[in-house]
């Protein structure tokens, strides 16, 4: 985070001076003002500048590319780092060669990243922001296994009439579940166990 002292004929002008040297835009600082300009007797004598000090602002979609960058790096992974505000969050992706060691084993490297870069830029935050990270479309390919999983389980429970278990999963894949049958008249979900072993039943309506 940058801060600079900067001084002026006005606060505008010292302001001014200041984004241009710290190479920044008006929004992405707060300043505070140290000293107001004086104009001094009749204008010619005692004259003072004014002095600001100016603050980058927490910049925290910079924040979370620049701790994955720093991330990858120490795992001796060379990959680009894209992120992106929307208005459910941030949504940041890693593109580079060999991606399936960042994505890991049903997504499990990815997770983690994504847990760690969330307790990351939600440090000392009043209004959690919740960020997603994906790499090479995993998120959208996993979500549509997992509706597909859903169905064909949903119809193996409606032909054994039983109740089918399904594999431990996070909570972000259980709800992707969850929302696939929702509207299934013959089935319902539920979660039973603790995490990270916490599992998706499936049981028909009685």
Excluded: C, W
């Excluded at 004086?38 to 701790?67: C, D, M, P, Q, Y």
């Excluded at 001796?76 to 929307?86: F, G, M």
């Excluded at 166990?193 to 499936?202: E, L, M, N, T």
């Amino acid at each position: 985070m940058k801060i600079v002292e900067k001084s002026g004929r006005t606060v505008e002008e010292a302001l001014e001076l200041a984004l241009i040297e710290m190479d920044l835009s008006e929004e992405d600082v707060e300043y505070e003002v140290l000293e107001e300009d004086s104009k001094g007797f009749l204008g010619l004598f005692g004259s003072k500048e004014a002095k600001i000090r100016v603050t980058e602002k927490e910049n925290v979609h910079k924040v979370a590319k620049a701790f994955l960058e720093e991330t990858l790096e120490k795992m001796n992974i060379y990959a680009k780092v894209d992120v992106e505000l929307t208005e459910d969050g941030i949504f940041a992706t890693v593109s580079g060669d060999n991606m399936s060691v960042v994505i890991g084993r049903r997504g499990k490297t990815l997770d983690a990243l994504q847990y760690l870069t969330n307790l990351v830029i939600n440090r000392d935050r009043e209004n959690y922001i919740h960020l997603v990270l994906d790499s090479e479309d995993y998120r959208a390919k996993r979500k549509e296994s997992l509706e597909e999983l859903a169905y064909r389980m949903a119809d193996k429970a409606k032909r054994q009439r039983r109740d089918i278990i399904l594999n431990p999963m996070n909570s972000y894949e259980r709800r992707i579940v969850h929302s696939a049958l929702q509207k299934d008249e013959e089935v319902s979900t539920r979660s039973e166990g603790r995490d990270p072993y916490r599992k998706v039943i499936i049981f028909l309506n009685r």
